[in-house]
Structures are given as C-alpha cells and as structure tokens.
Nanobody, 123 residues
Framework: QVQVVESGGGLVQAGGSLRLSCAAS????????MGWFRQAPGKGREFVAA????????TYYGDSVKGRFTISRVAKNTVYLQMNSLKPEDTAVYYC????????????????WGQGTQVTVSS
C-alpha cells in the first residue's frame, strides 16, 4: 500500500506565504518523480509543480505559479512546495502526487495521490 500525505495548508492573506509538505511511503516506486496539483471551486485540476531526481534534479512549474512557487525535495520521497506572493486565485485544494511513468509525466498520469490540503488566500 502506497500512502501520499500532504500538510501545511491554511488561511493566509494576499501577498503572504505558505509551505506545503508531502511525504510518500509504501512500495518501491518505479520513477523518481513527485508533483503538486490544485483544484479550485468550479475549475478543473491544474498542474502546479513537479520535481524529478533521477540523473540530476529537474523542476517543472505551471505558468500561473512560475516565479512565485518553489518545489524542493528534502528527504527520500518527501517534497515541499514553498508558495510566496500568494494571490486570491491561488485558493484551491492542493494535491500531492507520486510515481509517474506514463506519457504525460510529469504533468499528469501519476499513480498515487494524496487526500488534499486546503489553501485559502484572502484579499
């Protein structure tokens, strides 16, 4: 059984910062990829960021967060999402995902997903 657990969500004023954490555990993964997605009310799931660490570290960001958010790997199968300069439009449930070996990786098609953590940015 693979478990993916996010934490760190909360309420923050516009312009503020939050740091989300994600830890994945369980069976041996097939890839060295983890990512973050979000879903706002009335909107579809949006790619936020991803990191891979096989043969060097690579990071990937959605256009809406590039320059404001930073993904990092701090331990085996543990990643952070540092969110700075938060905007009301960043309000969403944020999901962490782990292990991705399909064509759309790292932008979609992860095998394991967390339960989500709510981020609310007030104006």
């Amino acid at each position: 059984q693979v478990q993916v657990v996010e934490s760190g969500g909360g309420l923050v004023q516009a312009g503020g910062s939050l740091r989300l954490s994600c830890a994945a555990s369980g069976r041996t993964f097939r890839s060295y990829v983890m990512g973050w997605f979000r879903q706002a009310p009335g909107k579809g799931r949006e790619f936020v960021a991803a990191i891979s660490w096989n043969g060097g570290i690579s990071t990937y960001y959605g256009d809406s967060v590039k320059g404001r958010f930073t993904i990092s790997r701090v331990a085996k199968n543990t990643v952070y999402l540092q969110m700075n300069s938060l905007k009301p439009e960043d309000t969403a449930v944020y999901y962490c995902a782990a292990d991705c070996v399909k064509r759309l990786c790292p932008y979609d098609d992860y095998d394991y997903w967390g339960q989500g953590t709510q981020v609310t940015v007030s104006s």
